[in-house]
């Protein structure tokens, strides 16, 4: 797998443009709230972020949420230096941490950049031995086939809820703009394409990813 992810993401640079930082800001900022939810019972939690690449993402969940332990791995060791983060090189399908380590664990758009729905699952069952009963795997990824990747594959609500029957209540959110409309939105150069966006995101349909709240149950 780390051969095949480097030869598809190795050199990948995000593309600097007013759509992409929109889509990248509305990323994360889903992410951040979603993740605040899950620990509002839980002060100063664990969290790991898995394929966390530089390592921004889960740096700033450490800043919001006071994290005791903030964890990052990644198959790709691409990683930037981020106060309080904890950084490993490690597969995603044998994650080197004990059960019932993490508070919250995050995966984002990870699952679309593997093709065998087999190993999705085991990403997935290794996300969810690691998260305690109680805690939260959160889910963010592509619904949608993206035109400019081909070498992602989309994540559906019913594969994840399948993957998970039995060790996780689920639930689903279809969010972010699909990035070809955000586009021509933002092409436009009207001085309000940003709240347009944001108006069009709130419609299911139109959007292009999935944010799953996976929260662990107890074993019956």
Request: glycine share 4%.
């Amino acid at each position: 797998m780390q051969r095949r992810l480097k030869s598809q993401y190795g050199d990948f640079r995000w593309r600097s443009d007013p759509a992409n930082s929109y889509l990248s800001l509305d990323i994360v900022s889903r992410v951040r709230a979603a993740a605040r939810a899950a620990c509002v019972e839980t002060p100063r939690p664990c969290i790991l972020d898995v394929g966390c690449g530089s390592g921004r993402v889960v740096g700033e969940l450490q800043e919001d949420l006071e994290a005791v332990i903030a964890v990052g791995v990644d198959v790709l060791p691409r990683f930037e230096a981020v106060a309080d983060v904890e950084f490993v090189s490690g597969d995603a399908r044998t994650l080197p941490f004990a059960d019932a380590s993490f508070d919250l664990t995050t995966i984002m758009t990870v699952l679309s950049s593997i093709p065998e729905s087999a190993s999705r699952r085991t990403v997935l069952a290794e996300c969810l031995r690691v998260t305690r009963h109680g805690g939260t795997l959160l889910i963010y990824d592509f619904v949608l086939k993206n035109p400019l990747n081909k070498y992602t594959h989309p994540v559906s609500a019913k594969e994840i809820r399948e993957s998970v029957r039995g060790a996780a209540t689920v639930k689903v959110e279809r969010v972010t703009l699909n990035p070809i409309i955000a586009r021509l939105v933002f092409a436009t150069r009207i001085p309000w394409a940003r709240l347009i966006c944001e108006h069009l995101s709130r419609v299911p349909f139109l959007c292009h990813h999935i944010l799953v709240r996976a929260v662990k149950v107890a074993p019956a």
